[in-house]
């Protein structure tokens, strides 16, 4: 691979028993190596990858080249009784407009009372129409133990579980009820950085829609772990087709030819995303270099509202049929990308040590590490603007000149070759703080030896070093970690608005991504989504777009954020979005 034929050092996954193996397959066409636990020091992989949680151990002693695929407390948003709790507290705190996604909710047995005065009043009043209900397991998953009833007599638990009002009016596709599932990844929690994968999977049930039994779960659920084992499974449904999912271009493609405002929908789930999340910050202990990817079920009812039906900690990533192949490989592989690994990642300890030296000005890498094991070699620029391989032991900031580009640019020269670049699209160098990728020859001159050099000039191997002296403190333990994960001051660089398939969904604009610094500033940024919903609402609904429209700017709002609207296959800017007639302060 791209790597190995450059020379460079190979990065290095670990999985945990259980992590799905498209992860394994990704990583090995891109030239990553796995973890041995017999042959390698613990420590030396770049990325480890579980499907549970991790330990608070992993988090503290994460070393700077290291990555985890899972934020820590996450059960705050992906339990279905905490997600039903934070969610009932927002709409209290903020209101009931913008928190009116998801389908009202009761945890029993705690919320028993509180649900039979619910269900009471809804029995009386409800003008004729029949309310139904649905209950889940609050510890279980795909579709385990859930039920639906009408009459609460049918209402029979013995375990924790959650009641929420069934949408029972559900957008259908030839008589078939589905839901969506969106990948969206958080990059950072603090600050708030979220993507939405432009993919994501429409999970169909395998048997026609009604209300007249409640008891068929072919019918009213659209898990596929049910549903692959339904007797339509196999069979061509009309519109539909074999199996049960569809890719979310091909949904595109189909709300496209039903004459539907797509971007209106799109920006409402993108605003689901936004304002869930937005509670589990306070939540979530700051941790660099972790990145979470959830998946969050979307059901659009009839009036094409959407609603939030749960989102999941680690979302099935089998490849069970073509629309997963199509969606979950490019995901990876962008996810991958947006870890934004470097060159010396690849080098791990010792590569690091080369680029503390480099970076000798980091406030939060100087304290436990002797100044005289951080002084690899540098290189100087010479007039002619060619590098000469000259050591140095200067410790000026320019030495950061020589920091290298990162892995995800060569193997993106490789891999997305074929792929056709969106004109809004920038490199997914992360944080364009980067600079534009070196020379091969110049990365080679950079990391091809084993030496460092101290402070009084002597040179000595990293492989006789004692590993104790050559430990790095982790991140955890140093101040101030509220890096996402690169080890420069990049936290406050705005990050890029895509990454492969993923599109920057928050912060969405200068205001937002203030108001997410540090401490978040959530009645700001719901003020920011309620402007954003009321200017594109109002741009929609005021005048029929054309596609020469959609490629002009009308009086666009600007500010240094280019966002784009999450959805469309080639999603045009926000900014673009607006007419100039409807802006509204
Ligand atoms: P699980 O974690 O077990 O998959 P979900 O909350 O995702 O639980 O529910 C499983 C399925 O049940 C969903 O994919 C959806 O088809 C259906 N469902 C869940 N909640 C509702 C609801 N409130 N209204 C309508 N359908 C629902």
């Known amino acids: 691979m791209a790597e190995k034929e450059c020379g460079f050092a190979p990065l290095v996954f670990r999985l945990h028993g259980g992590a799905p193996q498209v992860v394994r397959e990704v990583l090995l066409e891109r030239g990553w190596e796995e973890y041995d636990e017999e042959e390698q020091e613990e420590g030396d992989w770049n990325l480890y990858w579980r499907s549970s949680g991790f330990r608070n151990s992993d988090y503290k002693n994460i070393l700077p080249w290291q990555r985890l695929n899972h934020h820590p407390k996450m059960t705050h948003i992906t339990r279905k009784d905490c997600l039903a709790r934070h969610l009932r507290r927002m709409k209290c705190a903020f209101g009931a407009v913008l928190y009116d996604f998801s389908p009202a909710a009761f945890i029993l047995p705690n919320d028993y009372t509180k649900f039979l005065g ?6 009386s009043t409800d003008e004729g129409k029949s309310c139904f209900w649905i209950c889940k397991p609050v510890g279980l998953s795909r579709g385990r133990g859930i039920f639906l009833f009408k009459d609460i007599k049918d209402l029979v638990y013995h375990s924790s579980l959650i009641i929420q009002r069934y949408i029972s009016d559900p957008l259908l596709i030839s008589g078939y009820k589905f839901d969506l599932r ?7 929690f603090c600050p708030l950085v979220i993507y939405m994968h432009q993919e994501g999977l429409v ?14 779960p072919y019918s009213h659920l659209t898990n596929t772990s049910i549903n692959k084992y339904g007797l339509c499974y196999a069979k061509d449904k009309e519109r539909v087709g074999r199996g049960c999912k569809w890719t979310m271009s091909k949904f595109r493609c189909f709300l496209h030819k039903q004459d539907i405002n797509e971007h209106l929908l799109w920006l409402r789930i993108s605003n689901i995303v936004t304002l869930t999340l937005l ?6 202990p700051s941790s660099p270099n972790c990145l979470e990817l959830l998946g969050f079920d979307i059901l659009i009812d009839a009036s094409f509202k959407p609603w939030l039906l749960e989102v999941n900690h680690s979302p099935a990533l089998s490849l069970d049929c073509p629309a997963d192949v199509a969606v979950k490989k490019g995901l990876i592989n962008d996810i991958i990308d947006l870890m934004n690994y470097r060159m010396t ?22 304290p436990k590490i002797p100044q005289e094991f951080l002084l690899p070699k540098t290189l100087h620029a010479t007039p002619s603007g060619k590098r000469s391989r000259n050591r140095s032991f200067s410790t000026s900031s320019s030495s950061q000149h020589t ?10 020269n490789s891999r997305y070759a074929s ?5 809004n699209s920038k490199p997914s160098t992360s944080s364009g703080h980067e600079k534009a990728p070196q020379k091969l020859e110049e990365i080679n001159v950079e990391v091809e030896s084993d030496e460092f050099t101290t402070l009084n000039g002597t040179r000595q191997s990293l492989k006789n070093t004692p590993s104790s002296l050559c430990k790095l403190p982790s991140l955890h333990k140093l101040t101030t970690p509220t890096v996402p994960w ?20 928050f912060p969405f604009s200068e205001a937002t991504w203030k108001a997410s610094q540090d401490q978040v500033d959530v009645k700001a940024i719901l003020n920011e989504v309620r402007k954003l919903t009321n200017r594109l609402t109002s741009s929609f609904n005021g005048k029929k777009r054309t596609k020469a429209d959609s490629g002009q700017r009308c009086n666009p709002v600007r500010d240094k954020f280019e966002s784009l609207l999450w959805g469309p296959k080639d999603p045009p800017l926000l900014s673009e979005c607006y007419s100039s007639n409807s802006e509204t302060k």
């Open 118 to 123: 619910v269900y009471t009043k809804n029995r």
């Open 182 to 188: 969106i990948y969206v990844c958080i990059k950072s």
């Open 203 to 216: 999970r169909f049930a395998t048997e026609k829609y009604t209300l007249a039994s409640l008891d068929n």
């Open 279 to 284: 509670r589990a910050v306070p939540c979530i």
């Open 345 to 366: 990642d690849g080098f791990r300890q010792k590569g690091y040590l080369r680029k503390r030296y480099a970076r000798s000005g980091s406030r939060y890498l100087q």
């Open 403 to 412: 920091v290298l580009c990162s892995v995800n640019d060569c193997a993106r």
């Open 419 to 423: 792929r056709p670049a969106h004109p």
């Open 486 to 505: 690169n080890h420069r001051t990049q936290d406050r660089d705005v990050p890029p608005c895509r990454v492969g398939d993923f599109i920057l969904t």
